[in-house]
């Protein structure tokens, strides 16, 4: 994590600490990672791979979260 940029301030202890509670997770197309206006109770890096927010209406359609 230090070679990225939003981590080289970051004491080697606390990213230490941050290390030990990773937890990979490998998502399938389709897949669901987050619901509007749920709690945020963890953060997520995208390694690889592309992601695409969208907003569900009632009638079916979508639109691109913004």
């Known amino acids: 994590m230090k070679s990225h940029g939003h981590f080289k301030e970051i004491s080697d202890e606390v990213l230490q600490a941050v290390a030990e509670r990773i937890r990979i ?3 399938q197309v ?10 945020v109770t963890e953060v997520g890096f995208l390694i690889a791979g592309r992601v695409k927010a969208v907003m569900a ?7 691109l979260f913004r």
């Not at 209406?57 to 639109?63: A, F, I, K, N, Y």
């Open 57 to 63: 209406h009632p009638d079916g359609s979508e639109s």
């Open 30 to 39: 389709g897949d669901l990672i987050y619901r509007v206006n749920r709690p």
């Open 25 to 27: 997770q490998r998502d």
